[in-house]
């Protein structure tokens, strides 16, 4: 017997909806037809995502790019915001090291 596949993405809206109205994961899940497992999955997919876009992190898709693959402006600034992001803190990671060297050699009295 072939299983009836369905994409939980496609659900995705109403999945939000009931789980935002107070319906249990497992309620969800028997009104669409999936396990309990799946839709807590994939509200922990969804979330893990919101945190990475408030956070100002790009998201990329896994693997390999598609021959025809265009890479938008969108992606390309979302690249950029996250390579000046990590280049900001590093230097504040930097400046830090740097002070409390200074505060050290000044407490030991060498320089």
Request: hydrophobic content about 30%; cysteine-free.
């Amino acid at each position: 017997m072939p299983r009836s596949y369905q994409h939980i993405k496609e659900y995705e809206k109403e999945i939000l909806k009931l789980k935002a109205q107070g319906f249990t994961k497992r309620e969800i899940g028997e009104k669409y037809g999936f396990t309990y497992e799946q839709i807590h999955n994939f509200i922990s997919r969804y979330n893990q995502n919101q945190r990475k876009l408030a956070a100002g992190i790009a998201l990329k898709r896994k693997g390999r790019p598609p021959k025809d693959y265009v890479v938008s402006e969108q992606d390309k600034v979302a690249e950029l915001k996250y390579i000046l992001a990590r280049k900001d803190d590093k230097i504040k990671r930097l400046e830090m090291e740097n002070e409390l060297m200074r505060d050290f050699l000044s407490l030991t009295e060498r320089k």
